[in-house]
């Protein structure tokens, strides 16, 4: 158990719809990372926040945004889902911003757009 | 553009040595990192790399050389539960500040 909690575990939705994806990073940590990994993408990072504030960013679509909240919980919001949107969805958590060395990882979410 | 290069299978007999290599090609390179990855599971850090040299962590070890943009992650005595997904991943710095890169991974078989 790494410490990052991420939910749903599963979703499932329509296309066209608006999802929100959550995740509280481990306690200590003020940075969160976003990634999304598909079958034939790999793993491909999104964005990362620190304290708050957006720090990176990375193929993120328009139609998906993000935020952390005061008490370093963040979300993922995925709007007008495709079908090319189901995919699994990450979210890590670090000590320090922008590091490298070491990101904790949560279960995952699964997302199957239908 | 960047790019990262590992093997996308290998298979290895248990109690053997192998070696899983990366070959990088990004700007602004801040080092090296491996992730395992067993199926329908989180990935999990394994090493990190910043300098030229090799990291021991047990029975894993990870190397690095930046001249030759070079990486790989050597697993030694090599247990069943070892079989799973190895990702390498560097930190780069591009026009929206830095992004974390990862490799495809590789998909390690260890049979008995």
């Known amino acids: 158990d790494s410490g990052v909690t991420q939910t749903p575990k599963h979703l499932i939705t329509a296309t066209g719809q608006r999802v929100t994806l959550r995740c509280s990073p481990r306690?200590?940590?003020?940075?969160v990372y976003w990634y999304q990994q598909s079958l034939d993408q790999g793993l491909q990072f999104l964005i990362q926040y620190y304290n708050g504030e957006e720090r990176a960013k990375g193929n993120i679509l328009e139609r998906f945004s993000a935020q952390q909240f005061p008490d370093l919980h963040s979300e993922l919001n995925l709007s007008s889902l495709e079908l090319g949107d189901s995919a699994l969805y990450f979210c890590?958590?670090?000590?320090?911003?922008?590091?490298?060395?070491?990101?904790?990882f949560g279960p995952g979410t699964r997302l199957t757009v239908l | 553009g960047q790019s990262l290069e590992q093997p996308s299978e290998v298979t290895a007999v248990e109690g053997a040595i192998v070696q899983i290599n990366c070959t990088y090609q990004?700007?602004?390179?801040?080092?090296l990192s491996w992730y395992q990855q067993h199926d329908g599971g989180a990935p999990t850090f394994l090493s990190y790399n910043a300098l030229d040299g090799l990291e021991e962590t047990g029975r894993f070890s990870s190397f690095l050389s930046r001249s030759d943009s070079y990486g790989y992650l050597l697993l030694q005595e090599l247990q069943m539960k070892d079989s799973a997904s190895y990702f390498c991943a560097v930190r780069e710095v591009g026009g929206q500040g830095f992004s974390f890169i990862f490799g495809k991974g590789t998909r390690l078989l260890v049979k008995p």
């Open positions: 990004t700007s602004g390179f801040y080092g």
């Open positions: 890590a958590s670090s000590v320090v911003q922008g590091s490298h060395n070491e990101q904790f």
């Open positions: 306690s200590g940590d003020l940075s």
